[in-house]
């Protein structure tokens, strides 16, 4: 495993970490020296030649068969050197070295449903189209130019693409269409990923990226206003599902590597589109339906309002919203808290709620469409235990009850609320105070 220092902490504290970490839990119960069985390998996707040392990278090149590319930026305000550093020239350093691995069976290089989002209806296709320039010369500019001018050239870089990370995520993939021909490669393109729905345990989350952070902010009793498109296609996956995806699809792609060596003729690399299917869609009408009959479920004791939520799909709207719902009670509760003596806090709790609700507000108000005939052969080949042992199929995925699963996990793991009759009690009797 590729991992680097983060905040302060070491690799080896890292992982060591993991045995308090709740989503290992069940695995530390079947096998609690799992962690032996894991090689960290210090690096960084940022770094030149991956951060590697020469001697790491000979174990790599000699021993690794699988190759799960899943680093990324994934903040859309992430300075565009930074994001192209991590992002695109990271996936073209991660393909160069798979290509001298001796044993390699398997590369999936772990995209994004949205990396095309410029157009409203994704096959599972490249659009080298969509791009204001290529991969290669945008890496070569990026050598030559300081970091400064590289940001200040976003705005002509990403031209339609709302973000610098759609954007990199685009190059990404054209560095796989175009250095990982020769290799058994794939890419896989996930939604939204939510919380877990199954395994190891229901619920799971460690972040406030994406809905969930909705979730969190109407259950805190703070968020009572967001841009949303009831009507548009909310394209959630769970993270079980889509970590059990990734796997089938590194299966699929070393079995069709061996094809290819019996003189098959083959696609390469495959696209798998990862979203909610035709047959059992989701909206976000589903959802805040959800967060509303379920507010009083799984409340949170730290809940400061009544939770309830509001949505609009117009900017002008929400605008004027939220100076009523958010800001005049946020300056009001700050002067209170200043005349007590206390630090005030929730005009600039509200000020990085309303920058974040922007910044995805594309992704809540735009209804996007998926071909996904690649996804659904593999899942048809799979058998009915991998179907078990591997699900992923959403296609018979209950969604209310998912998203119940994914409250109760949100209060457990974000909340940091014991799911006790005691805690919901007191709970509850915040809300009705």
Request: net charge positive.
């Amino acid at each position: 495993m590729l991992i680097r220092p983060k905040k302060g902490v070491g690799i080896k504290d890292r992982i060591a970490a993991w045995e308090t970490d709740p989503v290992f839990s069940v695995l530390l119960k079947l096998n609690p020296k799992f962690s032996d069985r894991v090689t960290a390998i210090a690096g960084d996707c940022g770094l030149p030649d991956l951060g590697i040392s020469v001697e790491d990278r000979k174990l790599l090149v000699n021993e690794v068969q699988i190759v799960l590319h899943c680093a990324a930026t994934v903040r859309f305000d992430e300075p565009l050197h930074v994001a192209l550093d991590i992002n695109t020239r990271g996936t073209l350093l991660v393909v160069q070295l798979a290509k001298e691995m001796r044993r390699l069976e398997t590369f999936v290089h772990v995209s994004t449903a949205f990396s095309n989002c410029v157009i409203r209806h994704i096959n599972e296709a490249y659009y080298p189209d969509n791009l204001t320039c290529s991969s290669d010369k945008v890496l070569k500019l990026r050598e030559i130019l300081s970091n400064d001018l590289i940001d200040n050239m976003s705005p002509a870089f990403l031209k339609d693409f709302p973000n610098t990370y759609t954007f990199t995520k685009a190059l990404a993939e054209q560095v796989v269409q175009k250095e990982a021909s020769g290799l058994p490669a794939c890419i896989f393109r996930p939604g939204l990923i939510l919380a877990t729905f199954k395994d190891p345990i229901p619920g799971w989350t460690d972040n406030l990226y994406g809905p969930i952070s909705i979730l969190y902010g109407v259950a805190f009793g703070v968020l009572h206003v967001s841009l949303l498109d009831k009507k548009a296609r909310a394209h959630i996956v769970p993270v079980d599902y889509c970590a059990n995806m990734v796997l089938s699809t590194a299966w699929k792609t070393a079995v069709e590597n061996v094809q290819k060596k019996e003189n098959v003729s083959l696609k390469c690399p495959t696209i798998y589109n990862y979203a909610a299917s035709d047959q059992n869609p989701v909206n976000w009408l589903n959802f805040s339906k959800a967060v509303e009959d379920r507010r009083f479920d799984h409340p949170l004791e730290q809940t400061i309002w009544y939770p309830f939520l509001h949505t609009t799909s117009k900017q002008w709207v929400f605008e004027l919203a939220i100076l009523f719902y958010h800001i005049l009670p946020g300056h009001i509760v700050d002067i209170l808290l200043r005349l007590r003596g206390q630090k005030p806090r929730l005009v600039k709790i509200y000020n990085k709620i309303h920058n974040n609700i922007r910044k995805v507000a594309l992704f809540a108000i735009t209804n996007w469409t998926f071909s996904m005939n690649n996804t659904d052969r593999l899942i048809e080949c799979m058998t009915s235990e991998d179907r078990k042992l591997f699900e992923c199929d959403m296609s018979g995925l209950c969604w209310d009850e998912y998203f119940g699963v994914a409250l109760f996990g949100m209060r457990e793991y974000l909340g940091k609320e014991k799911p006790t009759e005691e805690s919901f009690r007191k709970a509850r009797k915040v809300i009705k105070r």
